[in-house]
Every structure is written in C-alpha cells, then in structure tokens.
C-alpha cells in the first residue's frame, strides 16, 4: 500500500497525527475554540487555526493574547474548551485515506499517535471512535516540552518504540506537523483537504 508512494524503503513504525489526520476532529476543535472564545468577545478563523494546528493549546492561548493584547488564562481556557469539545464529540469521524492504511498495517508494523493534543481528550475521542487497539504508543502534549515544529515528540515516539527515525514514516494534515517530521529526518505523507494522501519533500 505504501509501495506507491515509497516503492524502495521499508517502514518499521507509522507515526501518526492525531487531529485532521486520523479523525476528523478539527471542525469540532475549531468550533469550540469560538465557542470558548466568544466569552472574551474574540474568534479564530478557519484560516488561522489551520496554521495554528499542531501547536499545543496552551501556546495558542498565548499567541492569542500577544495578537489581541488579552490575558486569557491559558489553563483555564483549556477547561473550557474542552467543555466545548466532548459536547460536539458524537459528530466526529475518522478520516477513511488515514483508516484503510491503519487497517492494512494492523498487526504487520507498529503504530503510534504523536499529537499536540492533550491526553484525556485524544483518548476520549480514540474511545468514541475505536481505535485503541490500533495503537500501541501515544504520544501528547503532555509528554514533551518543545512542541511541533520541533522534532522532539516524533523524536520521542521512535525511542520509545526502538525504531530508527529515517525508519518511521509520519502521517500529518498540518505544515508544522510536516515540519517536525522532516526535522526528525522521517518521511511524510501529507493528508490534504480532499483527505487524500500526498507525498511530501
């Protein structure tokens, strides 16, 4: 299956993004970022939070505020929109391009989620969808400090799964996503807004 793409190389571990890339959550994420935004009588485009995707919410939160000289409370807004979030959950859906290549390495290479997404929500949604007995890591934002485009939490997942990085291929719909994997010196395959898989270099 991803001989069409990289017809020379042998994958030992897939690396993939969570948010836009495995489920199609970010209409869900970006709704209640406006949800939650709008008690600060702010909002955030589609536009913005496309580039934005990737980074921890916590970082938005203050890129937010260096934007709009605000002073929202980054832990606080995190509750918040979480709130927002589990309260649109049932409408998520996995991203099929994504699921018929998880399903075909089931139980032939190992697989991990390395996402800028919190834990409990990355879960909850995996949960709702199935897809726990895909994964066999999880990588989240709490597990790292420097995140997307730094390489660090691509970096982390392939120690933890003792896989060379040039030897893990990643999955990511966002630029700063595309980014880390390059850093981390692993190939990419970008999911584009067809949700079709793309070859990046």
Same mark, same amino acid.
């Given at each position: 299956m991803l001989k069409?793409?990289?017809?020379?190389?042998?994958? #030992?571990?897939?690396?993939?993004?969570?948010d836009g890339t495995v489920a199609d959550t970010m209409p869900a994420h970006l709704s209640a970022w406006n949800k939650a935004l709008a008690k600060y009588d702010l909002s955030m485009s589609r536009e913005q939070h496309m580039s934005w995707a990737g980074r921890p919410t916590h970082r938005i939160v203050e890129m937010m505020n260096e934007l709009h000289k605000s002073s929202i409370n980054p832990e606080q807004f995190l509750k918040e929109k979480e709130?927002?979030?589990?309260?649109?959950?049932?409408?998520?859906?996995?991203? #099929?391009?994504?699921?018929n290549v998880i399903e075909h390495y089931h139980g032939k290479l190992p697989m991990a989620i390395v996402t800028g997404s919190r834990r409990k929500i990355v879960e909850l949604t995996m949960n709702q969808l199935k897809l726990q007995p895909y994964f066999e890591l999880l990588v989240c934002a709490e597990d790292y400090t420097q995140g997307k485009p730094a390489p660090d939490c691509f970096l982390m997942a392939a120690h933890q799964m003792k896989i060379t990085p040039s030897d893990c291929l990643v999955f990511e719909d966002a630029v700063l996503g595309i980014q880390a994997a390059h850093s981390a010196d692993m190939n990419c395959l970008k999911v584009n807004e067809e949700y079709s898989l793309i070859h990046t270099r």
């Open positions: 069409q793409f990289f017809p020379a190389q042998e994958f #030992k571990a897939l690396l993939f993004d969570f709130v927002h979030y589990l309260e649109g959950l049932h409408e998520v859906s996995t991203i #099929k391009s994504v699921m």
